[in-house]
């Protein structure tokens, strides 16, 4: 049974633009939200997470919102670069992390 | 400071093989996990480690997957016999708690790509 859900395969943005990559949930207890990077042929990379207190977290360019009351995180991107075509991993920490299928972003320049 | 170091990279096998895989995580972190990526999927956690004791291998296939993590620093993954389903991307991470209703971040590997024929 998939917890963490990204129904999104993938997205297309022009450089410049707003990238929204959403993830839903379906465990109401997870603590905390996070967001991975994966670039081809390596590990993901931490970006950015958020309590379930919370319903906003920024770092820069990247920002996360949670609405608790919809299951639902997103991360949005401001600007987008060529730099952040990668592959995008939400994940749900309750007893164990718990991730999404992974969304790939393309930034076309 | 040095990310988490995984060897190989890659491996090639026949079903029915053995095949073992190795980490070391960031120095200083006693939390350490392995994942196993499926194409197409997200990480799934196989096995966590605390130290040198389990907590959490609900997930691992026993009959024929193991790991030790016996000095509480390296660790090794092995498949033993492989079938043609294990062919994925062995991820291991390390964090410097435990994850359970942490917010500690997961460090990963590189992996390790099998690929079973």
């Known amino acids: 049974d998939q917890q963490v859900k990204q129904n999104s395969p993938s997205l297309s943005v022009q450089e410049g633009r707003i990238s929204i990559l959403n993830c839903d949930y379906t465990n109401s207890m997870f603590d905390y939200f996070l967001w991975y990077k994966k670039y081809p042929a390596e590990g993901p990379t931490f970006l950015i997470s958020i309590s379930s207190i919370k319903d906003k977290n920024e770092d820069g360019r990247f920002t996360v919102f949670l609405n608790k009351s919809a299951k639902h995180l997103s991360l949005h991107i401001v600007p987008s670069q060529p730099g952040d075509s990668a592959v995008y991993f939400c994940?749900?920490?309750?007893?164990?992390?718990?991730f999404g299928t992974g969304t790939s972003l393309t930034v076309i320049p | 400071e040095a990310g988490v170091a995984q060897s190989p990279r890659y491996k090639i096998i026949e079903k029915r093989q053995s095949v073992a895989f190795w980490c070391n995580p960031i120095?200083?972190?006693?939390?350490l996990y392995w994942y196993q990526q499926i194409l197409g999927q997200g990480p799934k956690l196989l096995i966590q480690f605390q130290n040198n004791g389990v907590v959490d291998d609900s997930q691992l296939p026993k009959d024929r997957f193991s790991a030790e993590r016996l000095k509480g620093v390296d660790s090794t993954l092995k498949i033993q016999p492989a079938k043609l389903e294990d062919s994925a991307v062995y991820l291991c991470a390390s964090s410097l708690e435990p994850t359970q209703g942490g917010n500690s971040p997961l460090h990963f590997g590189n992996g390790t790509r099998l690929t079973v024929t």
């Open positions: 994940a749900a920490s309750g007893n164990q992390f718990y």
């Open positions: 120095s200083g972190h006693a939390t």
